[in-house]
C-alpha cells in the first residue's frame, strides 16, 4: 500500500500547523490498524465458543497471539491522549485547554453511548456498552479538571492509580450497596440498572485509565522542540526497559499485580500463555507495565525510522483515530449485519466464518478501503482549519 505524496505533505502542513509529531501519530496509527483485528475477531468469529481469548488452557494459539497484540491498543492510545493534551496546553490557555478536553470527552462519550452501542446490535438495544471511547472521553474530563495542578504532582497520582490500584480488588460491591453505580464505573466491571428498563455495561472501569492519561500528561515535555531526540529515545528507551524488567520480577514472584499464571502439564506453550494472560478489564499493573513498555520501545524505533513510508501511512490512520476508529467499526459491522441478512445465522443467534484464517484474510482486504477514506479526512482537515468541528473528529 503506497503513499501518495500529496498525503504526506498534508501531514506535514499539519504538522506545522498544529505541532502534531509524525511518530506519535505513527505509534498511535499502528495500535488502531491493530485494534481492527480484534473487533473482526469479535465480529466474524462469535459463535465459536471462546469463553476468554486468553485463557492459556482453552484458548486456540493463533487467537491468543491476536488478542495479545491487541492488548497494546487501549494502553498506548490512552498514555499518547495525555501526551496530546499537555502539547495542546503548550499552544493553548488552561481555560482553553480545558474546555477543549471537557467536549471532545463529551463528544466521546456521546458516540460510545447514542452511536457505538445501536451499531453493535443493528436494533435499538436496552444495552449501553461503556466500552474504550467512553473510558477515554470520561479521563479526558477528569484531566481537564486536573491539568491546573503541579505536574510532579499529576505524575504521582498517575504512578498511585497505577501501581497501587490492584489493592482494592478485594472490594466487590453488590448491586443492592451504597454506591454500588460509582463503583462499577471507577473499579469493578458490571452491569448498572438504569431507568426505562436500560442497563449499562461497564466494560472498561476507568480509574486505573484516569492514572495512564495523567502520566502521558506528565512526560508530555519530553516532546517538546527543546528536547533532543537522542535524549528523549534513551529516556523511552530506559522506561521502556524498565516496566518490562519491573514485569517480569513482579511475574515470576508471582504475587501482586494479577492473577497467578500456573505450569500447564506437558506443555510449555500453554504455560508461557498463562505467563502472559494479564487481566485488561481492569488493567491490572502487570497488564500496564508489559503493554506501556512496549509501547516506549516501539516509539524509540519509530522515531528512528523517521519519514519511511510505513511510518507515514501508518501516522495517516493516528492523524485521525475517531475517524477511523467510526469508519472501520460502522464498516465491519454494516458487512455482518448484510451477512446475517443474507446467509442467517450460523450457529444459535449468530453469524460467523468457520476458521480463524478468514479473519486474518478479512483484515488484509478492508485495509486498503479504510486507509484511504482515512487519508481523504487527514487531508481535510489539514486543508480546512476554518471548520473548528473537525477537531473533533
Keep these: 500500500m503506497g503513499v501518495h505524496p500529496g498525503i504526506l505533505e498534508a501531514t506535514a502542513e499539519e504538522s506545522a500547523r498544529t505541532g502534531r509529531i509524525a511518530f506519535i501519530d505513527a505509534l498511535r496509527g499502528l495500535v488502531m490498524v491493530l485494534m481492527l483485528l480484534d473487533h473482526l475477531r469479535e465480529t466474524w468469529f462469535l459463535h465459536v465458543p471462546v ?3 486468553m485463557d492459556a488452557r482453552t484458548a486456540m494459539p493463533a487467537l491468543y497471539l491476536a488478542r495479545l497484540a491487541v ?29 477543549y478536553l471537557v467536549k471532545r470527552g ?19 438495544s436496552p444495552t449501553l456498552w461503556l466500552q474504550v471511547i467512553w473510558c477515554i472521553g470520561v479521563c479526558m474530563i477528569v484531566l481537564a479538571a486536573l491539568i491546573g495542578l503541579p505536574r510532579s504532582f499529576l505524575l504521582a497520582v498517575g504512578m498511585l492509580l497505577v501501581c497501587g490500584h490492584n489493592l482494592l480488588d478485594p472490594i466487590q460491591l453488590r448491586p443492592d450497596d451504597s454506591f454500588f453505580a460509582v463503583w462499577a464505573m471507577l473499579h469493578q466491571r458490571d452491569v448498572i440498572a438504569l431507568p426505562f428498563g436500560l442497563v449499562a455495561k461497564t466494560t472498561y472501569p476507568v480509574l486505573p485509565w484516569i ?24 529516556r523511552f528507551a530506559a522506561a521502556g526497559i524498565t516496566m518490562l524488567a519491573g514485569f517480569a520480577l513482579l511475574r515470576l514472584a508471582n504475587g501482586y499485580g494479577d492473577k497467578p499464571w500456573f505450569v500447564v502439564d506437558d506443555s510449555a506453550m500453554r504455560t508461557a500463555m498463562s505467563f502472559f494472560a494479564l487481566t485488561k478489564y481492569p488493567p491490572s ?29 501508518l501516522a495517516v490512520f493516528g492523524g485521525a ?31 460467523g466464518i468457520d476458521n480463524y484464517v478468514w479473519v486474518v484474510v478479512w483484515y488484509a482486504v478492508l485495509m486498503p478501503p479504510l486507509y484511504f477514506p482515512t487519508a481523504w479526512f487527514s487531508r481535510l482537515r489539514a486543508s480546512r482549519r476554518d471548520l473548528a468541528w473537525l477537531k473533533y473528529l
Design 51 to 53: 469463553a476468554d481469548p
Design 71 to 99: 492488548s497494546l491498543c487501549a494502553p498506548i492510545f490512552i498514555v499518547l491522549t495525555g501526551v496530546a493534551a499537555y502539547l495542546f496546553s503548550t499552544r493553548h490557555t488552561l481555560g482553553e485547554t480545558r474546555a
Design 106 to 124: 463529551l463528544v466521546l462519550i456521546a458516540f460510545e453511548v447514542f452511536y457505538l452501542s445501536e451499531l453493535y446490535w443493528g436494533v435499538a
Design 211 to 234: 492514572g495512564v492519561i495523567l502520566l502521558g500528561y506528565a512526560i508530555g515535555p519530553w516532546f517538546l522542540p527543546g528536547v533532543a531526540a537522542g535524549t528523549r529515545e534513551r
Design 285 to 313: 499493573l502487570l497488564f500496564l507495565l508489559l503493554t506501556l513498555g512496549i509501547g516506549a520501545l516501539l516509539l524509540v524505533v519509530l522515531e528512528r525510522l523517521g519519514d519511511r513510508p510505513a511510518v507515514a501511512a
Design 321 to 351: 483515530p475517531l475517524f477511523f476508529y467510526l469508519l472501520h467499526l460502522t464498516v465491519v459491522r454494516l458487512l455482518y449485519h448484510g451477512a446475517f441478512a443474507i446467509w442467517g445465522a450460523t450457529q444459535n443467534t449468530v453469524f
